[in-house]
Structures are given as structure tokens and as C-alpha cells.
């Protein structure tokens, strides 16, 4: 459902699946960005911390939770998150333009910023 971007659909069902797999770092993932779509950033943040905590080198992870921090507000958060998963993956695409985006001049290196460029989460990824 989430793949598809039906997000109010996917949070129960990643809801109900991860009880019977708690273990599932992607599953957290999905779920938090789900809840991310539907502007539940506090439970977006949550499950991407339980997510980290399952798997705390996976970058994809710590850029999507930069960019729900970002969203919420805590340019803090979404700061030390950014340099935390260019630091994991610097050759990583996606995490190279949230860190871009979300740093500003210090991910300089990594291009300009273009015009109507937003960050970006990533729903799935591999392992």
C-alpha cells in the first residue's frame, strides 16, 4: 500500500505486521515514512529511532529520519542525522542530496542546491 502512496492505508497494516516481526528494520522504516505522508512526524520519528536502533549503520535510515526531523521543525536533529548517514554511505544518491539539502553549505561538495529540489525519503532499500 505504501509503494503505491496509499500511506493512510499502509500505517495499520506495517502496524499489525510488525508486531509479529518487531525485528524488521525496514518494516519500521516504511512505517515511518507512512506516518511521515499522513503528517504524524512524532510517530514518523519514533519508528525511524526504532528502526536506527535495529539497524544503526543502514544510512537510508538516518536520511529519512533527517528529513522527518526537517519537517518537524528540529534543524538540529535533521542536521547531526544528515551528517550521520553521509558518513555511513557518502557514494548513497539519495542521502548525498538530503544531506545537500538539509546542510546547505556544509554538504556543499556535493552539488547546488536546484531550484524546487526537496529531500527525499526512501521507502524501500536494499540490504
Known sequence: LAKVGRY???????????????????????????????????????????????????????????????????????AAAARHALALDPEDADVAKNARLLLGGDASKFGYILPGENPSMKLFFSW
Open 8 to 78: 493512510e492505508d499502509a500505517v495499520p497494516v506495517l502496524q499489525e505486521g510488525l508486531k509479529g516481526k518487531p525485528d524488521a528494520a525496514y518494516g519500521w522504516n516504511a512505517l515511518a515514512v507512512s506516518q511521515a505522508k499522513v503528517g504524524n512526524l512524532q510517530g514518523s520519528l519514533d519508528c525511524f529511532l526504532k528502526a536506527i536502533e535495529l539497524s544503526p549503520a543502514h544510512a537510508t535510515i538516518w536520511s529519512n529520519a533527517a528529513v522527518a526531523a526537517a519537517a518537524g521543525g528540529d534543524m538540529e536533529q535533521a
